[in-house]
């Protein structure tokens, strides 16, 4: 996994790549003065419209601006092709997965995946055992977190299945990059994001339960103003034409979901959902949740309802069973994976974690629930007590976690403070599934702001970027 670090616009040898060179070309014509007053309108328009994430637990005001990098992250069509039917391949065996625990587990039987990885997980719900779903699809909405090391070294990092979030910066970061740059986005033949929206609601439409009596009626479920997504609830709910509501909106009588209105009751049948699984029912899971609908999970299992994403969906994105996602493809498909795994150690095994205690330093080791870049720890980056206190929590806890190599990350050219330099990214592509599956061209382009740092969140101070993939070879 020893990788040079790949520069995307440079390359290997240092020549700009051919999809690049229009915009090395517009970056050498254009002033920094002229790209700094850029920057400064781009953050008074996401502050405008309200496009903040919140950070919770460091006090004061928790809502931030994600800093947007002005600019874009280019990807060819034949590199897009590969990215995106290696996607698809990816999240249909992952449904496949996810219908198989819940039902006849064959996978489980075949031994390919440990029995009690899966059905002692914290993210496995017993109570979706035998429910069928439309279509059998669990993961409708999947964010699959990316890297590349090489000019054709593709990784996939981690597997989002249950509320992938980010969609809503991807298309506000296209419109906000044509807005400032026409001049440059007129250079390029870039594939369009904007029909997200119009595909998604398509997708939902698609999976409408097998009880429902007509046109489905479909909402997002949010749990409101102060969740840390909220801005993109309401955004998609409002591109998709759809209601927004929350738990107290909705309520269910004989196993029918009703949402309240100003023209009295109306029949729900699709529910979008961005609450978490244990809030969703409190007559099913936590029974202290305000977030939910009592005896949602009985419309849901009577066939009167769909959720999206399934509930249980998470026991396909926790990070240990990231690493037999390529077992799951040749299971379930017969094929060989597009899309390559990091390797990765599980410390719950007794060897691979008294390797990870001993490497710790050269290491990524993150928790098997973590999110949001929380809970890791990045071996090369970090002091000497930093690595000595997190080696006592994988001794005393070794089945939370999972370590990686440290992957030299992709850099692209990103405007800082001192000017263009290069800064690494990831990618986290979009895929739908429901009657069909579909790849919107693009994704949301992660950004580590600060020099040599690979931690690209926005709770650590990330940034993100528009993501042009080329619709033909010519850039």
Request: hydrophobic letters at 40%; glycine letters at 8%; aromatic letters at 10%.
């Amino acid at each position: 996994m020893a990788h040079a670090i790949f520069d995307e616009m440079g390359g290997p040898g240092g020549d700009v790549r051919q999809a690049y060179r229009k915009l090395q070309s517009w970056l050498e014509e254009t002033p920094l003065d002229i790209l700094t007053l850029r920057r400064e309108e781009a953050e008074t328009f996401f502050r405008r419209i309200g496009i903040t994430f919140a950070v919770y637990g460091e006090g004061g005001d928790p809502e931030r601006i994600i800093p947007f990098d002005i600019i874009p992250r280019i990807i060819e069509a034949a590199e897009w092709k590969l990215i995106s039917e290696g996607l698809m391949q990816r999240v249909r065996a992952l449904n496949a997965f996810i219908a198989d625990v819940y039902g006849a587990q064959e996978i489980l039987r075949a031994g390919l995946v440990p029995r009690d990885q899966v059905l002692l997980n914290d993210t496995y719900r017993y109570q979706m055992q035998g429910v069928s779903v439309p279509h059998n699809v669990y993961t409708h909405i999947a964010g699959i977190d990316m890297v590349r090391v090489g000019a054709e070294d593709f990784y996939v990092l981690e597997d989002n299945c249950r509320t992938p979030s980010g969609v809503s910066y991807m298309l506000e970061n296209r419109e906000i990059t044509m807005r400032l740059f026409p001049d440059l986005f007129s250079r390029y033949n870039v594939a369009p994001v904007d029909h997200y929206c119009d595909e998604l609601m398509r997708t939902l439409a698609s999976v409408a339960p097998r009880n429902c009596p007509g046109e489905p009626t479909v909402v997002v479920l949010t749990p409101g103003i102060y969740n840390s997504a909220y801005y993109e609830h309401s955004f998609l709910a409002d591109q998709m034409g759809v209601e927004l509501v929350e738990g107290p909106d909705l309520y269910v009588m004989d196993d029918i979901v009703y949402m309240r209105t100003t023209q009295g009751p109306k029949r729900v049948d699709v529910i979008y959902r961005r609450v978490d699984d244990e809030f969703l029912d409190p007559l099913t899971f936590k029974p202290d949740s305000v977030l939910g609908v009592a005896g949602l999970m009985n419309a849901y299992r009577a066939g009167n309802v769909n959720l999206t994403n399934a509930v249980g969906a998470g026991i396909a994105d926790d990070k240990a069973i990231y690493t037999y996602v390529p077992k799951m493809v040749e299971f379930y498909l017969g094929e060989k994976p597009i899309l390559k795994n990091v390797p990765t150690w599980r410390c719950s095994e007794k060897d691979d974690a008294a390797y990870v205690l001993e490497h710790l330093a050269e290491l990524v080791v993150k928790e098997v629930h973590g999110s949001g870049g929380y809970g890791m720890l990045v071996g090369p980056k970090s002091t000497k007590e930093e690595i000595e206190a997190f080696g006592v929590r994988v001794k005393a806890a070794p089945d939370k976690y999972i370590a990686q190599p440290t992957l030299a990350l992709s850099t692209c050219p990103t405007f800082v403070d001192e000017g263009v330099a290069p800064r690494h990214v990831d990618l986290r592509p979009f895929i739908l599934s429901g009657a069909d599956i579909r790849v919107v061209p693009g994704g949301l382009t992660r950004v580590a702001m600060r020099e040599g740092s690979l931690v690209v969140n926005s709770s650590q101070g990330g940034g993100t970027k528009d993501t042009w993939v080329l619709k033909d070879r010519g850039a």
